[in-house]
């Protein structure tokens, strides 16, 4: 026991060093390698900018908070919008008093917290730039003007200001804001790079169109999501030094406390609503959310082990009535809090058709309230709907509905008999809703069926989900294992005919290419040349065809005997792609592609791979729709087996030179 206590405290201690000196270090190691020049943009029109504040009571800072915001000298359209919800006091009244006209103030009569009220404004919003901030916050001369100039900067999609939190009179300063001192120098360096992804909420601005819309049930997280959900598209978070807001630093111990619990609510619920963070590759904003916990966590175990089985205590078998009954009590008491102060959210479902079959789960989820979930509207051609259900749209219309009512879920009916054909083009293509069918009879006896039970509706789930988790690990695992046996067992071949490449043809002897990879992003791909250099220079992206002139004599036996795709491995190990998996296309033929067969962006869901169920299934001529059913059929149906029995299939094909 003690072995593990000590254990588990050099493991808190190494994650609190990773956290608080390792991590730091490395970044502004980075920092000062990258290119820190601000390489400005094309150039454009002077953007428009508009100011939101949410604030709820505020009336004691609300009116000099407005008259900070009109003294910004902006050489642009610049517009100030506040949100106050549920407010109890006079904010609305007396931020109109102080900006006037030039401030649009609105009122939204009940709380809705301040997710839902930034997405109004928002979405109100026509303005480039929008700068977000607090109502008890104040912004020096300069600062909107220092936000957009860090926007200019090529790519970038968000840029975060520096917060200065000032002591209160007569206190020479905080630990809070010697802290937050520590904090700034990271985000700098951070913001050289581009992933400056946690941003000052007091101060922080982002391109309109990259701005993401805010789940409702998160808590004040907005300055985390918004430059998240930039830098997932793409966008560059940074930093602007010179972008300053003054802040005071919190004296009263309880207030901040209730404030600092709500911060740790609310990552709680991003990382439980954001489940793609999970699916991603670790990243250092969930490190630095997670390492903090883990090392508390660890260091309590720690103090428990030692101090509790440092010697050999002797209990009294009663001991273990009253821990079942008292514990039973508190775990019951726990619950009812739990329950009570932070409820869980219903997931909203869309039922899609308004026959019997609709009726019968709106009535069935309506009698199980327990079961989490709640019917926001159904969607159906035809013009009937159920009793208590509005109608919010055609099938034409249900991406846009899925996305206004934020559904959690979309429930197929067999009555809406269009659906089969058209759901691939209709369905959100970047949403989080699951689809759920009603099955009919026959359709339950088909094959490997998912069910998910709602209320007592068996439902099957008919989204695609890619692999994660233990399994992905073990795949990947299998991968690196494979490729890096196989890589080493054919580097004679591989070194046999690059020299054959140099001595029959000009040009190097490999070939690097563009493909799609996992999540739709760009990689390069690495082959030996089977073609003459500038092959596609008249004809441009084109496929190979049979007996195709642009191919070398050497090229063609490389090609015959698969010799040209060994170095695929080396993107194998680099987690570009998989063993197994649906193969990668070019960009211009996965555009051309995903325009003409819909569904084709769900192979991208996993790794691409050396070889797949397609590849032993089909020829070269195989068209694209063919493929991706085979591609769709395999990752529905993965298995380790699935891989070994796709890899030794895979021999044949390539001795008798068919295949794809």
Not at 205 to 231: K, N, W, Y
Not at 237 to 243: E, L, P
Not at 518 to 536: H, I, N, P, Q, Y
Request: charged share 25%.
């Amino acid at each position: 026991m003690t072995v593990l206590a000590a254990t588990l405290l050099a493991l808190a201690l190494l994650l609190a060093a990773w956290s608080y000196l390792a991590y730091p270090a490395i970044v502004r190691r980075l920092a000062r390698r990258a290119d820190s020049s601000d390489r400005p943009g094309p150039a454009a029109d002077r953007p428009s900018v508009e100011v939101l504040v949410s604030a709820a009571d505020e009336e004691q800072v609300i009116a000099d908070r407005v008259r900070d915001l009109l003294a910004q000298n902006v050489d642009a359209e610049y517009r100030i919008s506040i949100g106050c919800d549920g407010s109890a006091d006079r904010t609305a009244e007396k931020a109109r008093d102080a900006g006037g006209s030039r401030v649009a103030v609105r009122e939204f009569p009940e709380r809705r917290g301040k997710a839902s009220v930034l997405n109004d404004l928002v979405a109100g919003s026509s303005a480039d730039i929008l700068v977000f901030t607090d109502a008890n916050t104040r912004f020096e001369p300069g600062a909107i003007r220092a936000l957009c100039r860090a926007l200019e900067r090529r790519g970038a999609g968000a840029a975060c200001g520096r917060l200065i939190l000032e002591a209160p009179e007569g206190d020479s300063g905080t630990p809070e804001s010697a802290f937050w001192d520590r904090e700034t120098d990271l985000k700098e360096a951070e913001g050289r790079l581009g992933v400056c992804l946690g941003a000052n909420g007091a101060i922080y601005a982002a391109r309109r169109s990259e701005v993401p819309r805010l789940p409702s049930d998160t808590t004040s997280m907005d300055d985390f999501l918004i430059p998240l959900g930039v830098a997932r598209r793409g966008g560059a978070v940074v930093f602007a030094g010179d972008a300053v807001a003054r802040e005071g630093a919190g004296r009263d111990a309880r207030a901040e406390t209730s404030r600092r619990f709500r911060i740790g609510v609310g990552a709680g619920q991003v990382l439980r609503r954001e489940g793609w963070l999970w699916k991603e590759r670790f990243r250092d904003p969930l490190g630095r959310l997670l390492i903090p916990a883990l090392f508390f966590q660890l260091l309590a175990l720690s103090a428990i082990f030692f101090l509790a089985f440092a010697q050999a205590y002797a209990f009294p078998r009663s001991v273990l009535v009253l821990y079942v009954l008292i514990n039973g009590a508190l775990v019951a008491l726990w619950r009812v809090l739990l329950e009570r102060l932070f409820p869980q959210p219903r997931r909203r479902a869309l039922i899609v058709g308004t026959g019997p079959a609709a009726l019968l789960i709106a009535d069935t989820i309506r009698r199980h309230p327990w079961s989490g979930v709640e019917v926001v509207g159904l969607v159906a051609d035809s013009e009937s709907s159920i009793p208590g259900v509005e109608r919010v749209g055609a099938l034409a219309d249900l991406a846009e509905a899925a996305r206004r009512l934020e559904a959690d879920e979309i429930i197929l009916t067999p009555e809406e008999t269009s659906w089969r054909d058209r759901i691939g083009e209709v369905l959100p293509r970047e949403g989080d809703a699951d689809l759920l069918v009603w099955p009919s009879p026959f359709e339950t006896m088909i094959g490997r069926l998912r069910f998910r039970i709602v209320g007592d509706l068996p439902l099957l789930e008919a989204k695609l989900r890619p692999l994660e988790g233990v399994p992905a690990g073990a795949k990947r695992a299998f991968d690196i294992a494979g490729a890096f046996v196989l890589l080493v067992a054919a580097l004679p071949f591989l070194a046999l005919a690059a020299v054959l490449v140099l001595s029959t043809s000009r040009g190097g002897p490999f070939y690097r290419q563009r493909r799609i990879g996992k999540d739709g992003l760009a990689f390069s791909l690495w082959k030996l040349r089977t073609m003459r250099v500038g092959a596609e220079i008249e004809t441009g992206a084109v496929l190979s065809a049979p007996k195709d002139p642009r191919v070398t004599f050497v090229g063609r036996l490389l090609r015959a005997m698969r010799v040209d795709e060994i170095p695929q491995l080396w993107n194998v190990l680099r987690g570009d792609m998989s063993l197994v998996g649906p193969r990668p296309e070019r960009p211009e033929f996965t555009e051309r592609f995903s325009r003409r067969v819909a569904g084709y962006s769900l192979r991208h869901s996993v790794r691409p791979g050396l070889t797949g169920l397609a590849q032993i299934s089909g020829d070269y001529s195989t068209e694209p729709e063919i493929k991706l059913r085979y591609d769709l059929a395999y990752l529905n149906n993965w298995s380790f087996g699935l891989d070994l029995a796709i890899l030794l299939r895979t021999l044949p094909v390539v001795l008798t030179r068919r295949g794809i």
